[in-house]
Structure formats: structure tokens, C-alpha cells
Nanobody, 115 residues
Framework: QVQLVESGGGLVQPGGFLSLSCAAS????????MGWYRQAPGKRRELAAS???????SSADPAKGRFTISRDNAKNTVHLQMNSLKPEDTAVYYC?????????WGQGTQVTVSS
């Protein structure tokens, strides 16, 4: 089993920034990708950004140019720096890691972008 602990999130004004962090523990060998998904009210959960073990990032179009994902394999952590936040970025953000063929999810952290 893999346990994920998320931190960060909160309330920020449009144009502001937030940083999310996720730490993995437990049976962590074999983790391939680490990333962040988000789910807005009434919408499907969607990819925000993810990183392979080698540090190759990928992100959804809404996040491109604004969100930066970074990963520390030695500490088993993944971070999401979110800049120029918009009200439509409001969602619950979930950390997800893939170990072999199994996905593990964090409990989610709320990000609210509002004036």
C-alpha cells in the first residue's frame, strides 16, 4: 500500500499563486508516475499535471504555462506550483501516484480562486 499526504491549497484571489505538495510513504518502490488531478463541482476529475519518474512532465491544456510540476524521487514527493490562478481553477485537487498498474489517490485538498 501507498499512503499519500497532501498539503497546500486554500483560498487565493484571481491572478494569485498557490503551491501543493504530496508526500508518498509505505510501499513506494515501483512508483512510476506522480501527479495531480482536479475535480470541480459537477465535473469529472481531470488531469492537472503529472511527472514520470524521469521527471518528464505532462499537463492539461488549461494548466499549460501556468502550472509547474516538480518531483523529488529521493523524498518521494511531488509539488505543483500554480500561478496566475483563475476562478475556473477552483476545484478539489488530488494527488495520484501509479505503482506498477495500481493507482493510489490522496484525500484531496480544496483550492478556491475567488475575489
Amino acid at each position: 500500500q501507498v499512503q499519500l499526504v497532501e498539503s497546500g491549497g486554500g483560498l487565493v484571489q484571481p491572478g494569485g499563486f498557490l503551491s501543493l505538495s504530496c508526500a508518498a510513504s509505505g510501499s513506494i518502490s515501483g512508483i512510476v508516475t506522480m501527479g495531480w488531478y482536479r475535480q470541480a463541482p459537477g465535473k469529472r476529475r481531470e488531469l492537472a499535471a503529472s511527472s514520470t519518474r524521469g521527471g518528464v512532465p505532462s499537463s492539461a491544456d488549461p494548466a499549460k504555462g501556468r502550472f509547474t510540476i516538480s518531483r523529488d524521487n529521493a523524498k518521494n514527493t511531488v509539488h505543483l506550483q500554480m500561478n496566475s490562478l483563475k476562478p475556473e481553477d477552483t476545484a478539489v485537487y488530488y494527488c495520484k501516484v501509479r505503482k506498477l498498474v495500481t493507482d493510489y489517490w490522496g484525500q484531496g485538498t480544496q483550492v478556491t480562486v475567488s475575489s
